[in-house]
């Protein structure tokens, strides 16, 4: 299953437990998610803002048995029931990609799965601004850069005594 993060609105449908049929329809517009399914015949229809989701969580299943591994992104919400599938292999080849895209797309942060199942963040982030170290500064960006002419920061100093003086000597000059 792969679904196009870049040509949004999407609408599929996946496999729900508890909807009739076992399916529920989704459309995927970039700032919100409607979800329709009917339970024991009443149908319903629950809108979602995309910002309401926890983020684009990336999913490992290793193999088990006879059965192969899985790799999947998901758009995670807080209930289970409503966490979509947006994107599913058997191999790995292309999961960062779609993972960032999905991601970028919707303006969510980008989770990861751990082992025991619990959601946390790839990235520390404050916000929606990612945190790392501090990057060393160039002389030249600083803070004074506008202040002062940059031909200051090229220039030597000059020699001590100033220009050298000739006395006793003729001049020559070049006149009508």
């Known amino acids: 299953m792969r679904l196009d993060p870049f040509a949004l609105p999407v609408k599929f449908s996946a496999a729900d437990e508890r909807a009739d049929g076992g399916l529920r329809l989704i459309e995927l517009h970039q700032q919100r998610v409607i979800v329709r399914r009917a339970v024991r015949g009443m149908p319903m229809a629950v809108n979602l803002p995309v910002r309401a989701f926890l983020g684009v969580a990336l999913h490992v299943r290793p193999p088990r048995g006879q059965e192969a591994g899985a790799v ?16 599913a ?70 020699r001590r005594g100033g220009m050298p003086v000739h006395r006793g000597e003729r001049e020559i000059i070049a006149r009508n």
Do not use: C, N
Not at 72 to 87: A, I, K, T
Not at 103 to 116: S, T
């Open 72 to 87: 999947s992104v998901m758009l995670e919400h807080r209930d289970p029931g409503l966490s979509l599938p947006l994107y």
């Open 89 to 158: 292999a058997t191999d790995g080849v292309d999961i960062v990609a779609e993972w960032h895209s999905w991601a970028q797309v919707l303006g969510v942060p980008l989770l990861v799965v751990d082992p025991d199942g619990a959601l946390r963040e790839a990235f520390p982030q404050l916000g929606a601004l990612r945190v790392a170290s501090p990057v060393s500064r160039r002389r030249r960006r600083g803070a004074i850069r506008r202040r002062r002419p940059s031909i200051l920061m090229r220039r030597k100093a000059g």
